[in-house]
């Protein structure tokens, strides 16, 4: 069975665990409890050089790593639903929707970040939440530009791989208070893909530990 | 003939630049002076929605953005050579080492962001190339673990898409007098690259203006 490394309010595991609920993908959970910092003992680092979670470790051993790379494995091995669509045009938007959270949001609001921030300059919790909400704040504003088709998700009557970004990403910001409203196509999509089973599954409160 | 939405130090541009290069599609290049804030202004916010660069504008108008969707793209417009190899699981792992770069490295050291650091926190240009050593070296460690077969490229003797995103962030990394010692086979692959015509003629020496 494909186990996954996992912390419950990890976004970038929260994505990969969606897209195995979605494809309907049995997993364990392997608990990497980043608060205790378990990211950076042996156990983790044997499977993800960089001592980050999640990684998904398959049944011959074989470890990937970064959540986007896992997806992208997980639409070859399971194709069903494809989190990327086949049309190249449509593919490279999905992927850039993807990215704005991937690579320009989230990596700059993430534990260790904060984390560093507090200790190369002192920033208290009101300097880490300005920072925060700086980044999300352009992050999403863009996404929401960036969003095609009807609706409700952010290419049209199914999720893509931009929504399984867009939910853990509108989790977090929820706890750093940042306002949603002049986001209501992201909004909307949070709301339809909440309401799936596959979501609901993956949220941290039903995967955090007792 | 596509347009490029360029600068020639962004390393998400000359990422995009190697690219077309390697796959022999030529381009016409739209100069956005970052310095000058030409990103934020409409003729670019047109074409992208975040305000960033690059972008890639298609003969029909469409306009791609995030430098590893239109990597994509490329691959699957002109396959000649792949960026990404067929084989699933040698693909997620070209995926997760260029995410290594395009996530969780250049994000954190880009210009917008030292440019934050400097406006939230005071940074000076010491604590500002603190900061940034501090990511690269972290990435870097890891890339170094995740390089696969007998180079000198970091997954055999052709560059990948994650050579493709290394080359930029070295140049940038020298930029900041990070020691490079300690990764002989990212060293080595660079020096691999470099070689190439393609490597070269993306380089921010020869595209810069005058």
Redesign the interface.
């Known amino acids: 069975m494909l186990r996954l490394h996992d912390y419950w309010r990890s976004s970038a595991a929260y994505r990969v665990r969606i897209a195995l609920n979605l494809k309907g993908v049995a997993y364990e959970a392997i608990r990497i409890d980043l608060l205790g910092g378990a990211q950076g003992q042996a156990a983790n680092r044997s499977v993800n ?4 979670v999640p990684s998904l470790v398959l049944d011959d051993g ?1 470890a ?3 959540s ?3 997806l ?2 997980l639409d ?2 399971y194709p069903e639903p494809l989190l990327w669509p086949r049309d ?2 449509a ?3 999905a ?2 929707r993807a ?2 959270v ?3 949001v ?3 609001n993430n534990l260790r ?1 904060l984390g ?2 507090e200790a ?2 002192g ?1 208290d919790a009101d ?1 880490k939440k ?2 925060y909400r ?1 980044w999300v704040e ?2 999403l ?3 929401e ?2 969003a095609d088709g009807a609706g409700p998700f952010l290419s049209g009557d199914a999720p893509d791989v931009s929504d399984v970004c867009l939910v853990p990403q509108l989790f977090n910001a929820r706890r750093f208070d940042v306002d949603l409203t002049p986001y209501p196509k992201l909004v909307a999509a949070d709301v339809a893909a909440n309401a799936l089973p596959a979501f609901q599954a993956a949220h941290p409160d039903r995967v955090r530990p007792d």
């Not at 050089?49 to 980050?52: D, N, R």
């Open positions: 050089a960089q001592g980050l074989t990937l790593t970064q986007l790379a896992i992208g494995w070859d091995a190249p045009i593919k490279a938007r992927s850039a990215l704005v991937v690579a320009d989230h990596p700059l970040v560093r921030l190369q300059f920033a300097a300005g920072w700086h352009l992050g504003a863009a996404l530009e960036m």
